[in-house]
């Protein structure tokens, strides 16, 4: 996008262009920061659930005074030339019939009619969920949310549906969990669906990338955010307040992907190893696990097993508990099945000031090496990974405070694989 915007400038400055961006990101202040850090002032449009159909990044398209596209798809290596050699200076094309557009009519909720079929009402929430986001329009509360999920559901679960409801409402199970209605489990049934919305359109590159965000290394073409440090710093440097960030960036977002494979080279001590410690019995401290799998998992073609996994581990204070930071960052004690592997076994989750907030670990584990001279083997799944997770908590600010453990399982499973590539391929 920067070069983009560079070499419009002087069209956008002349009146002679108006350029417009559409992101398909989950978050959308994180494209805000970015744009923000380039100086890219041109509108960027939000499309978390993609409902442009696109299957990869960039789509470049060139609309003239018509509202005709010309000359079709842009070639992102030959843009500068399109632009000002072949489309720029031609006349305007006569508009044809209107095309059917294969994407939903998402507008704002208040211009809508009520939604009769369970498809309508699918786009009926769709629109809830996006406009609930704009100025001008009420935000969605606990029930809301709920009812949005229940009519994608609903839509996704319908025969001969298309994968893309499915993957809709994976993202509308994302935004749940980012918002103050989560629900346990928000994230690992977001993760679910979005792997059955791609086994089913294994091309879908959009798809593929949502996922791989929060995915193993071995599973990621590149790091996603590494670039949010540098551009929070480079903004404040310039003396300006960069755009907030909402979510937290969580460790898969940040780190490069790899095709080593990972071998533990550091023997860590059991923190606890006659299990002394007392157990949380009254649940201060609860624990949320999230699994993604490789993306592998929706191919038999791929070799990689679908074991290889990136966990994501989050402590969250219930009511009236809270951690001490004095005492130090909590630890998690991590065991896995004979023949997996994992970089470390003893982690350190997260420690922020606030004692009422929630802590974050992430690790990944990996399954025996399948033979690769020959045929791709299924993995060795389900699999469970045990742990301990080592913490200091009180019981309200002026209540008993005391080292407490939580023992705990994950259990790793590929989700269900369903055959052929769906409709609307």
Request: charged share 25%.
């Amino acid at each position: 996008m920067p070069v983009w915007h560079e070499k419009t400038r002087a069209l956008r400055e002349s009146g002679e262009l108006v350029v417009i961006g559409i992101t398909q990101e989950q978050h959308p202040d994180r494209c805000s920061l970015y744009a923000q850090w380039q100086g890219i002032d041109w509108p960027i449009l939000w499309d978390p659930f993609n409902l442009t159909g696109s299957a990869a990044v960039p789509v470049v398209l060139a609309v003239d005074e018509a509202g005709v596209i010309r000359p079709g798809r842009l070639d992102v290596r030959r843009f500068e030339e399109q632009i000002l050699e072949d489309w720029m200076p031609s006349a305007p094309a006569q508009p044809g019939p209107a095309a059917h557009r294969p994407y939903p009519d998402v507008v704002p909720p208040s211009t809508r009619a009520a939604a009769a079929s369970e498809g309508d009402k699918a786009q009926a929430a769709l629109s809830r969920l996006l406009w609930s986001r704009t100025a001008g329009e009420e935000g969605l509360d606990g029930a809301a949310h709920a009812e949005a999920l229940r009519a994608l559901e609903q839509a996704a679960l319908a025969q001969d549906a298309d994968p893309a409801l499915t993957f809709h409402h994976g993202v509308a199970l994302r935004m749940r969990y980012d918002s103050e209605y989560r629900r346990a489990g928000d994230f690992q049934r977001a993760l679910d669906a979005w792997m059955s919305a791609l086994g089913r359109r294994p091309s879908q590159y959009i798809w593929r990338r949502r996922i791989q965000q929060w995915g193993p290394r071995l599973d990621k073409p590149y790091p996603f955010y590494d670039w949010v440090e540098e551009a929070q710093a480079s903004m404040i440097a310039a003396g300006k307040v960069p755009h907030q960030i909402q979510v937290a960036l969580s460790g898969a977002e940040v780190t490069s992907g790899t095709r080593e494979i990972p071998v533990r080279k550091i023997q860590d001590p059991h923190p606890d190893p006659e299990a002394a410690l007392k157990r949380d019995g009254k649940h201060l401290i609860e624990l949320e696990s999230t699994v993604c799998l490789h993306t592998g998992v929706t191919s038999k073609r791929v070799r990689e097993p679908a074991g290889s996994s990136r966990i994501h581990l989050v402590l969250r204070p219930t009511a009236g508990a809270q951690f001490e930071p004095a005492a130090g960052p909590a630890k998690i004690w991590i065991e896995v099945p004979t023949g997996w592997n994992t970089p470390r076994q003893l982690l350190t989750a997260s420690s922020p000031a606030d004692p009422k907030a929630e802590l974050l670990a992430e690790f990944e584990v990996r399954p025996p090496q399948p033979d690769l001279t020959g045929p791709p083997t299924s993995p060795t799944l389900p699999a469970t990974i045990r742990g301990t997770a080592f913490y200091f908590v009180c019981e309200g600010a002026s209540g008993e405070c005391q080292f407490l453990a939580q023992d705990f399982e994950i259990l790793i499973q590929a989700p269900p694989v369903v055959e052929g590539p769906g409709p609307g391929k």
